[in-house]
Structure formats: C-alpha cells, structure tokens
C-alpha cells in the first residue's frame, strides 16, 4: 500500500472520498475502494472485471499494450525456448527457479504421484464412450477430494503442497483416460523412467500391443505448449479456482470449477473452435474475405476464433512462440500444411484490415494452437483438455497464493439492482 491518496467528489453532494492507491513493483496502481462505499455510498461498476484488480499477486505479469508475458519475472520466450515445463511448475509454485538438486527432488516427487485410485478409471468408464473430455475432466478432478479425505485441509500448508502436487501429476493421466475411453482402447499406465511430457504422450498413444516411443520433435512441441499455457493472470477460469476457493471449497472442487470455465468457446476453447473454424472454411470453400466480413458484421454473432485478448492489444507472445514451433514441426514431422498455409493467410488478412488494427485484435495463443495439437495426432475434443491440463500448475499456484494472503476473503461481488421495487403479492 502507498502514502498516495485519492480524492473522489460527489457534484451532486459535494461530499469526497479519499482513498488509497495501491501500487505493485510494475504496471497500473489501483486506488483501493473498500470504503468508497462507506465513505460515499457509492459502488464501482465494473462488468467483466476489466479495469478492477481482484487481489494482488507475484505469480504472473502480463503487459497487454507491450506484448510481455512474465512468470515470476521471467519471459514467457525465454522459458519457452531454455525450460521445462516442470521447471516452469516449480518456478509459478515456489517464486524461485529450482536448482539441480531441487529440480531433481520435484520430477521426483511428481513421478510419484501420477498414478490414479483404480476405482478413478472404474468411475471415468461410466461415461457415454463419445462424452466431451472436459465433461469428463471437470467431473473427475472435483470426484479425485473422495480419495484424499486425509489432505484436503486447506489451512495445513503441507495438504495444500501435497493436494498441488497430485494435480500436477495426475492430470496427464486423466486426460490420457478421457481419450482411451472415447477410443476404447485400454488404459495406459504411467511411466516413472519417462519426463513428464514424454509420459503423457506415451499413457496417449501407447497401445498394448506395440512399443510406442515419441519423436523428439513431438515431445519438444507438446512441452512447449504446456510451457506457454501453465498461467496468465486472472484469466476467466483463475478468477474462478479463486472465487470458489475464497469459500473454503477444497482444492479439487476449486481446480475443477476452473475447468468448467476453461470449456468456454470465448476462453480455452478456442483452440477447438479455430480449428472448427479453419476446417470449414477449407470445407465450404468459403473466402477468407468473407469469413472476415462475418466477424465485423455486428449482427451475426460470428467471431474470429483465435483473435483478440481481453489484454493483449498487441501481439499475445505466445502465438508468436506457438507459430514458430508449428512451422517446425509441420516441416519436421509433417501435418496439415494446407491448413497451417490458410492459418497464415488469415492471420495476414486480419493484421491488414483496419477494423481488427482499430480494435487492435491480433492472434492470441489459440491461434496456432489446435494445428500443432493436430499434426501430434491429438484429437480436437481433446485440445481444451489440452490447456485445461497444462493450466493447472497456475490454477494451484494461484489458489495456494489466495490462502496465504493477508487481506483474503470470501469474494462477494455487489450489484446495481434494476428489478422492481417492494410489491405486495395479490391479496397479501
Ligand atoms: C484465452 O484472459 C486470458 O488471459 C485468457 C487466455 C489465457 O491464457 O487464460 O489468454 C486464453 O482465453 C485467449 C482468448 C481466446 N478466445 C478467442 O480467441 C475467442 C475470440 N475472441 C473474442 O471472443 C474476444 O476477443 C475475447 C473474448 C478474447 C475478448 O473479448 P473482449 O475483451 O470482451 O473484447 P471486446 O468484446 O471488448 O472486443 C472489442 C471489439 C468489439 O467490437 P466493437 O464493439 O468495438 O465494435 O472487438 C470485437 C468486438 O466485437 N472483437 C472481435 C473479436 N474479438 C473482439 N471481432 C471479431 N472477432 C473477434 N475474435
């Protein structure tokens, strides 16, 4: 908190509010209205929450006009291309880069933890065989708080470290269990010998019948991707781990209402819509002029998926990031060239029509997303999973962040009421 202040007057009064402001180590100050309501009887409104900040947090920084994604202070380009994902997960959990020996204790303790109660897969295999995966994740993760009935006190520091690092582990396996079910392949179980992202790709796509062994061009796209999709401030779906957590909700049933909002088509599932999008382009041999005029045309509610950012009004780094990888693995590994080809020319189109550079809605990091999931032979029900997985070392990062916080407390949000007023029921 600062010594500064500010001064808000109500004309119609002439009473003033002063308020504090408070300032973080870099980007906007915020002035603190707790007691503008007290002091003046005024509320701030706000839909979306775009221009309010719903706590204060060291996690991540994102600067939209400038393009700039940090992890604890770290750019987003530079862990892409030099770490880890599960460097990344210790770095968003802990504050600090792991050294040698901590970094070795962490995959350790990770691979530790990757394998589900039998009964979990019993329960996932009660679902339709065609059930969307983020039906069958969101379910699964709230169900895993019946298994861990001995840490799921969210006051015990080391339940809340135990109950992270069980998530952590644990959603490739899920994940790889919603697509085996909907292929009604066996599930695969995991591999401690395998890194993290190996791992997932091999409970994916190992069969019994055959060995299975992922290129290193696969492996290295699919760790990049989890690195660029592990957090990003208080998106929709982190808003929501913190709201639901602010009620004492245990961890599971916090991440798993997390998930229920990543399903979004407007949030994580954009990734699934692009691809929706590029398919039928190519498929109805509809022009990119026209699917352009669709999206700037007000009264059909079409929009480009993959455009745009609540924040970012400049490039979102991690599509610039996510580009590079998807041009190097369609060269290396082959893939949906024509697809990645129309990609390019609508994001070229895009960048060179003034209502998208009024609005200033550049690709963000579903853009090119989905075209990498696809060349790795992930299925498109299964790229919001995608995120929803890598995304959940931020989800925990941030839930563990609002429980160690001085000033934390149940989020109850106000309203400005426009129903009617006091009416007495007929005859009453
Ligand atoms: C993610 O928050 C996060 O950090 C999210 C995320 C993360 O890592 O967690 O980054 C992941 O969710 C990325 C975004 C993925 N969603 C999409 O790609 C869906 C398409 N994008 C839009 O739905 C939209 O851009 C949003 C939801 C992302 C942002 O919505 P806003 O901030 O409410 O944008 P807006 O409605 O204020 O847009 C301003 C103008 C409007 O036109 P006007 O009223 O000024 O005439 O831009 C237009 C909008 O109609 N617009 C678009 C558009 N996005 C905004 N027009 C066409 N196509 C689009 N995609």
Redesign the pocket.
């Known amino acids: 908190m600062s010594s500064k202040t500010v001064t808000v007057t109500d004309p119609a009064s002439g009473n003033t509010a002063e308020l504090p402001v408070v300032e973080g180590t870099v980007g906007n100050n915020a002035i603190d209205v707790r007691t503008l309501a007290k002091q003046s009887g005024y509320f701030t409104y706000d839909p ?1 929450f775009a221009a309010t900040a719903s706590c204060s947090s060291a996690i991540t920084y994102i600067d939209g006009e400038q393009g700039i994604l940090l992890h604890r202070g770290y750019p987003i380009e530079q862990l892409a291309s030099k770490s880890s994902y599960l460097e990344v997960c210790y770095l968003l959990l802990n504050g600090e880069l792991p050294n040698s020996t901590e970094s070795d204790d962490f995959e350790n303790i990770i691979k530790n933890h990757t394998m589900v109660h039998e009964n979990i897969g019993r329960f996932m295999q009660g679902f339709r065989y065609d059930a969307h995966p983020m039906a069958m994740l969101s379910a699964t993760v709230a169900a895993l708080a019946s298994f861990y009935h001995d840490s799921i006190d969210i006051n015990d520091p080391e339940h809340r470290q135990i109950t992270a690092h069980r998530l952590i582990a644990k959603m490739p396996t899920l994940a790889s269990y919603c697509y085996k079910h909907y292929r009604g392949q066996p599930f695969v179980y995991p591999r401690n010998n395998l890194s993290y992202t190996e791992n997932f790709l091999h409970l994916m796509f190992a069969v019994p019948a055959e060995e299975y062994s992922p290129s290193p061009a696969a492996i290295r796209a699919m760790e990049t991707l989890l690195i660029l ?1 592990a957090d ?2 208080q ?3 982190t808003s929501t781990v913190r709201l639901a957590g602010s009620s004492g909700a245990n961890p599971f049933a916090s991440i798993a209402a997390g998930i229920a909002c990543l399903w979004g ?4 599932g ?1 990734n699934e819509a692009v691809m929706n999008m590029l398919d039928d382009i190519m498929e109805t041999g509809e022009t990119i002029e026209s699917t352009i005029a669709r ?1 700037k045309d007000k009264n059909d509610p079409f ?9 970012y009004k400049n490039y979102d780094p991690r599509a610039t990031c996510i580009q590079g990888v998807c041009h190097d693995l369609l060269d290396e590994l082959g893939g949906d060239q024509p697809l990645f080809q129309l990609a390019r020319e609508l994001e070229e189109a895009v960048l060179a029509d003034d209502y998208f550079k009024e ?1 200033k ?1 550049f690709p ?3 853009f090119y997303s989905g075209i990498i999931l696809r060349a790795l032979n992930i299925p498109m029900n299964m790229f919001t999973a995608m995120f929803a997985m890598a995304r959940t070392v931020g989800w925990i990062a941030h839930w563990q962040e609002m429980h160690t916080d001085p000033h934390f407390r149940i989020g109850r949000p106000q309203q400005i009421y426009t129903g009617p007023t006091r009416r007495d029921y007929p005859g009453a």
């Open positions: 979306g999709h990003h401030e998106n929709a779906s088509p407007a949030h994580g954009a999206a929009r480009l998926m993959g455009f745009g950012h609540r924040v609005r809605l963000n990091v579903d």
